[in-house]
């Protein structure tokens, strides 16, 4: 099954932005590119009136045109690229959900307008990134032209979903031809003398960060020998601002679904959210495919 690479599109600067990414990602993954455009009804949902009176949403001729328009500047731009548009009847967050299924990934801008109102400001945003059957690339208007020469970055905490995240970094860094860099995010050290116990504690999550980047970088290697990885312990306040400045020098962060101990539910709450709009680069949350 060839999935495509699917990227939501309203005609807004953001999604369009989003569709360079998308063109991009479809390019290096030998994958073709879906143009996506929800609608809804014209008098959209909740309206005290009888369905029947109103008849069934449609697509509209101005959607479709700006949604030949992008397809046809991507291709003059990305030669090799297929690109195939569509508009389906439903809401933003749904849409991109339910075409998840078919797709390699789903593509999406943190603004947008008409059926991609609010995309990562509020309630879709949050539902796309958790719930998609496939990865998600979250970028921002500000995200362009596109950063292709920083490395790949990769949280890192021993759990099932940084296993998952560090696997597709991997094979994101491969494609790009750029180093991948594995960071695990510890307490930041005191500045004044510590006690006895807190020296120990502070000694055992050394070990355990060695541990735990030794152990992802060892399996990175078996998968892609040629690869340069590199290992990065940050000390910080938190997960948030040790990933977020870390991501300064990268060209993409890749982050899991959840984790344990530094990113536990990191995309279901203030984590997600944090990392999501505030990285200085590019995010892919590592969905499995389903």
């Known amino acids: 099954m060839n999935r495509p690479v699917v990227v939501g599109v309203d005609g807004s600067s953001s999604s369009l932005v989003a569709a360079e990414h998308a063109a991009r990602a479809a390019l290096l993954r030998s994958r073709p590119l879906l143009l996506l455009h929800g609608y809804l009804h014209p008098f959209g949902y909740g309206i005290p009136?009888?369905?029947?009176?109103i008849g069934m949403p449609v697509p509209s001729e101005e959607a479709q045109r700006m949604l030949e328009t992008t397809a046809a500047d991507l291709t003059d731009r990305w030669p090799g690229l297929v690109v195939e548009v569509r508009q389906v009847a439903g809401g933003p967050g749904i849409t991109l959900i339910e075409e998840s299924r078919q797709a390699e990934l789903v593509v999406v801008g943190s603004r947008g307008l008409g059926g991609f109102a609010g995309l990562l400001l509020?309630?879709?945003?949050?539902?796309v990134a958790?719930?998609?059957?496939?990865p998600v690339l979250v970028v921002r208007p500000d995200e362009q032209p596109i950063p292709v020469?920083?490395?790949?970055?990769?949280?890192v905490d021993g759990s099932e979903s940084?296993?998952?995240?560090?696997?597709?970094?991997?094979?994101?860094?491969?494609?790009?031809?750029?180093?991948?860099?594995?960071?695990h995010v510890g307490p930041a050290a005191g500045d004044r003398a510590v006690p006895e116990e807190i020296e120990e504690s502070q000694a055992v999550y050394q070990a355990e960060a060695v541990r735990l980047l030794a152990d992802a970088s060892a399996?990175?290697?078996?998968?892609?020998?040629?690869?340069v990885v590199r290992e990065h312990p940050v000390r910080a306040a938190g997960p948030v601002q040790g990933l977020i400045e870390a991501s300064g020098t990268a060209s993409l962060l890749v982050v899991g679904t959840r984790g344990r101990a530094g990113f536990a539910g990191l995309l279901l709450g203030s984590v997600s959210q944090a990392v999501?709009?505030?990285?200085?680069c590019p995010v892919l949350v590592a969905h499995p495919v389903s």
């Open 276 to 280: 999501i709009q505030h990285a200085h």
């Open 122 to 127: 509020g309630s879709v945003g949050t539902q």
């Open 162 to 183: 940084s296993r998952l995240a560090t696997g597709y970094g991997a094979d994101e860094a491969a494609r790009r031809e750029v180093p991948l860099v594995l960071v």
């Open 219 to 227: 399996a990175v290697r078996a998968a892609h020998p040629d690869l």
């Open 49 to 53: 009136l009888n369905p029947y009176d």
């Open 130 to 134: 958790a719930h998609a059957h496939c």
């Open 149 to 155: 020469d920083g490395p790949v970055l990769v949280g």
